[in-house]
T-cell receptor, first 114, second 120 residues
Framework: NAGVTQTPKFQVLKTGQSMTLQCAQD?????MYWYRQDPGMGLRLIYY???????DKGEVPNGYNVSRLNKREFSLRLESAAPSQTSVYFC?????????????FGPGTRLTVL | AQKVTQAQTEISVVEKEDVTLDCVYE???????LFWYKQPPSGELVFLIR??????QNEISGRYSWNFQKSTSSFNFTITASQVVDSAVYFC?????????????????FGKGTLLTVNP
């Protein structure tokens, strides 16, 4: 199993450009998450998807959109990148039925917006 | 709202010292889950432990141990005989029932992390 994969690993954008971060998991998990990590701020939830076909806002959703393409894939889109979106982005997934299990994280995408 | 406080921003110890990382949480949920994750300098997030609110037993795994106390809303993490390889950022996290989900979905709230440096 590859676990949670993210592409790309690194990206540099200019202000105003758009891009999509891709995430896929092969563990048959139902819930998926997007976080950003900034120095001294921990991980902050951007959006999440409890199950295929549903998405919800997290703590810092402004400037982002998501798509739960199918059970495996959950993408994050920046429509018009801003320097404040410079961050490391992590995708995670877990299986939730009766009890809540640990989230498995992807390796992260380091994004710089100039 | 849920909150996780890791008051120690940075800790520096010498190898073989014991070190405790503090985690205090706030929640109104009666059923909740607590987690610890490790983020080494390479950047990946590694799951260490999960504990549900009904299980207050302390846990030991090798040099790692966890003390969960509901009375003080704390879930502290102790590393015994620390090693250089333990140098990392450690995050405590608390589950939160997603609003409007009717209890059918959870998300995690993370603390800001504690940077542990173990010097040789």
């Amino acid at each position: 199993n590859a676990g949670v994969t993210q592409t790309p690993k690194f990206q540099v954008l200019k202000t105003g450009q758009s891009m999509t971060l891709q995430c896929a998991q092969d563990m048959n998990h139902n819930s998926m998450y997007w976080y950003r990590q900034d120095p001294g701020m921990g991980l902050r939830l951007i959006y999440y998807s409890a199950s295929e076909g549903t998405t919800d806002k997290g703590e810092v959703p402004n400037g982002y959109n998501v798509s739960r393409l199918n059970k495996r894939e959950f993408s994050l889109r920046l429509e018009s990148a801003a320097p404040s979106q410079t961050s490391v982005y992590f995708c995670a997934s877990t299986f939730f039925l009766i009890s809540y299990n640990e989230q498995f994280f992807g390796p992260g995408t380091r994004l710089t917006v100039l | 709202a849920q909150k996780v406080t890791q008051a120690q921003t940075e800790i520096s110890v010498v190898e073989k010292e014991d070190v405790t990382l503090d985690c205090v949480y706030e929640t109104r949920d009666t059923t909740y889950y607590l987690f610890w994750y490790k983020q080494p300098p390479s950047g990946e997030l590694v799951f260490l432990i999960r504990r549900n609110s009904f299980d207050e037993q302390n846990e030991i795994s090798g040099r790692y141990s966890w003390n969960f106390q509901k009375s003080t809303s704390s879930f502290n993490f102790t590393i015994t005989a620390s090693q250089v390889v333990d140098s990392a950022v450690y995050f405590c996290a608390l589950s939160e029932v997603s609003p409007n989900s009717g209890g059918s979905n959870y998300k995690l709230t993370f603390g800001k992390g504690t940077l542990l440096t173990v010097n040789p």
